[in-house]
């Protein structure tokens, strides 16, 4: 008996349940799956390295399936070895194969799509938004890295999910930092979910690309196991980081998934015996249980890791003077970007997990600050966020805590893939310079002013079983409030976004002055009115104060540097004011739909909000482009004024 | 005096000029400028057929800057031809050499980055976040091929902005579509912002990728004009498309920006005589008007345009027989992505210059139906959803209609480039299907439920001197609503995104139901509460209402079906019932936010709101995830009781 007879056997055993599956479920995406069979076995059976019963181990090598929707395959070959699942390893269980009928149930650790965080834990990151996935596996890798671990990393990429861009700028990453620790698996099967895969995507075609993009490739039949498995012999390579293009066939050891579409549909339950007997076929004869391979574990691996809620740091007045910032923080004035690199420098010396990752603009975020100082753990990603992004999800994945950094606008370039982020639970942590429209002169193709909205709307909904949101969004005002927001960051477990401005702005807190989570300051106690805002906008709201106060007018100032707020007690504020004025440099939705919320939470408040109302263009300062979208201090002094007249 | 020396020449007092104005304005890109100054030169002079005083042709060649902060380069020659700038023909006047101080002032049609909204009408999308301009311009080459027009489009590309996956995504797209009338010129200067470019885009690797992926490359001295000349002689060519991989020299000219990192930096005003005779002496002294070219304008085209507001169309009934629905739609359930497809195929026998862009999905958009009707006016995008969205603005620029359709969580996927088409004030329309928690099986991966939040922003703010949003929302609810609204996106100037879902549902409306922008619908006239919902949530909450009156509870349904609405309207319905409560199948920020910054304007009113609470998972059916979620119908009504039982 030849191994590869059993391999092939195994293959169709395991393809009867990933048919099984979906046919109970009455949907996802069986010929995927299928296409997959042998590529799938020969890693999960003999390849990686790892012990099915401790999925978390960060020694053992690991699988990322960037096409997600052929999930039914890797379900199969787990539930076959009895593999770990459960949200923790105190509440873990081996799955069985009689589990898989619950696939895509609600209360199935089987998601639809791979989805670590419903229990499924040999995944790493949600995937299923496809073109994701090798960035994952790069950040995996260089996690694995920095822990002087042995890990491996495998990653399996659709043909038609090739077209997506990022992709290959994770091609790219992986060669920058030498990743020979990551294998490419594509899967060409030819056929895409409307039509077949464009020529662009065949596998001469990818092959030819992986090339030039500075890989090794070998190209295989991927249902020739002595294929598979010689070509995976030769992985890792010393040189270069390995692409394997395999050919493959939708549908594989199932006749009647090969004619006509059957992308996402699953087998009717009357087909399923005529299935069943295809894949016998496929078998030829051979025992199933002439394959007795199974994966064996690594040896264990310590790695260094700190909570971040229990380290001391030294304030930002050291630490400003440490890192070459002491002449302007003395000077009384400092972007709040500026501190944010401080922050990020200072905390590197005592998180060893801390790493950080930019686009090409580490002169503009002041993420080079750290890189001076912790070049081994600072990621130059060049322009390529949505790689970034989903890199930084891999490193969290291996209990790394990655702040991934760009403009704000430009971080909406990866909307998606921190949304993927999110719902894998990951606790990655983004910064958005230049936000808002202070930037002024580059225009409005580099400011972001959808931002608060986005991430705003996480903010509305819980990870799980935790009381944290999705998202946490900071807006810190000064240098002070910059430094003990990065601090809240590090500290608090799950996404976080903070929004930097260009400007150097004077310092209105102190060292003593604590941001917490949900948490806001008032400044003055008129009781004329409340003006809400944060970020920047404090600046300029304090001057429409000023010119209020000429004028008899007093107002209490909120920053509500936090969002989620604590709404209790920003009531407490407008039940003291009765009339509150939201003012952002954003377009709406974000502070002025947190107040308006709460402020029909009960007995209902009024609110009036100023945020920009066009689009932004460029402007020679600051003062012109607020003015122009209508959030210029003397604009907030008028609009309160007359709020204050109106009787209605 | 050979050519060479006196193009080299022109190029120098153009730089010239690029510096000049970088320096008026105290921020700016010379030395990316300069690096283009020979092939911008070639380019306006002398490639490129037309006439700088009308830009708006339809006939004339176009110049893509995707890599738009190098924008003082096309500006100086712009100036120097005295092109015409304006927001319009009718306010047209010539940009003039003493015009280029204006740059970036806020009243100057110079943006600090291409903007043709702002009135540099010779640029056809706004760009500067990076790596869209391909896209951009295979969008022109494909909507002068429907116009039978002469056009061919240059895009010149920066080398580090080559690393962004778009890139390699239009590179894919300009060769499915057999587009040889594009011409990717990428600016290899080696320099990046916060250091040189990774190899992986030295000028050989971007030479090996674009040979890769099926590209005619052409490698040369970018500041050789006859090399340059001689490139671009060869365009276009009849079988491939040409990529001209540039090598050249970031500050040109200018020896004091060459050395140490200048990037996005103008010189002092107190080196600028000293650049003028760097650049003089690049002239060697050849005089500058020896350099006579001048561009020649093309021959005048016509084309077939519809005012979409001015035809006639058959209603659904006739339309959803005619294209093969006629079953499920005399049946009485129809899906609302159903709907738009036939209302979308039907459109197209009306408005010749509709046309539709799907990424691989269009069996779950039904965009297939469109497909079927129009084969030459639909574009197979595959699975690359960035690309889609900007070959859609480079379509609007020539005065069509695109409709980009994905599921509306891959829209997200282009949420910068959809961002940058509204700052163009692309004519774009968007359709996500499957949005929101219906599509159940699934899972979270799949779907859209921060995108009402993302929209809605765009929804707060004006697309200048029109009254318009930046931005529509339509969330049509049932099968007629689709196909009105769909109608109505058509109708409306400028960017409109559309929410259809996955689930048939029944037919509440009928073909005398109008559905106006801004508009809004009642159910009931029960006065106990309002209860303010869209979409697919409206059947579900029809349900709630349901249950509440067999409890002797009598609300109002509001379907607010799109995004801004009528806030007098809706504040007399609030006023009537007194308390409301907002039901949606999405994160907050979207129709919850809507609704009380509207209840909070005047006398407030109190607000309650449902939304999606925690990260989906998957489901076998819509009522476990929408319970699982927290808007089930039997969760509205108790909401809904506990709401008018509280008395606070």
Redesign the interface.
Known sequence: MSDAKALTAKAAELGKLAVRMTTA????HPSSALSLAHLVTHLMYEKMRYDPADPWSLAADRLVLSE?HAVPMVYAAYADLGGAIGRDPARARPLTPDDVDTL???A?EL???P?P??GFPFFDA??????MGLSVAAGLALAARLDNGPRQVYCLIGD??A???????AF?FV??HGLTTVCAILNANGE????D?????SAE?LA??A????WDVVEIDGHDPAAVKQALEDFPRPDKPLAIVARTIKGWGVDGLQNG?WHGKPLPKSELDTAYASLDRAKAGVDTETFAAKPTAPASLTVERRDPREVEWDGLAAAAHEYGLGGAFDKGKLATRRAYGVALAEAGKHVPQLVVL?G?????TFT?IFAKAHSTRFF?C???E??MVSTAAGFAAAGFIPFANSFG??L??A??QI??A??S?ANVKLVGSHSGISLA??????MS??DV??F?????????DRESP?CWTFQPADAFAAYACTRQMLALRGMCYMRTHRPDVPMIYDAETTFEPRGLHTHGTGTDLAIITAGFMVHVAREAMALLEKQGIRATLVDLYCLPTDAARLREVMARTGRALVVED?????L??EV??I???????????L?????P????SEE??LE?CGVGARQIADHARSLLAST?
């Open positions: 479920a009455g949907s996802g997600g895509r149930e609600n199935s998601d639809g799509h989805n965080a419903e949600a995937t299923g938004s496809l073109g038609g999910e077209r997506e861009g990022q992709i290959w700028e790219d060669v920058d895409g979910q409307a039509a895969v464009s020529a662009q995507q075609a030819a690309k090339r030039a993009f500075g579409n930019d090409d603009v580490s002169n503009s080079n130059e060049k322009i390529a949505q790689n606008k430009f909406a370039r909307y998606d949304e993927l999110a719902i639970r002169a580059d225009g409005p193709s580099q002013v959808a909205a986005f705003r709307s996480f903010a509305t909904a819980r990870a799980d999705v954003n377009y709406g939705g974000g002025a739909a308006a919320g402020a029909t939470m009960g007995n209902p408040f009024r609110v009036s909000a945020h920009v109302t066009r689009i263009k460029s402007a020679r012109a482009i122009q209605v």
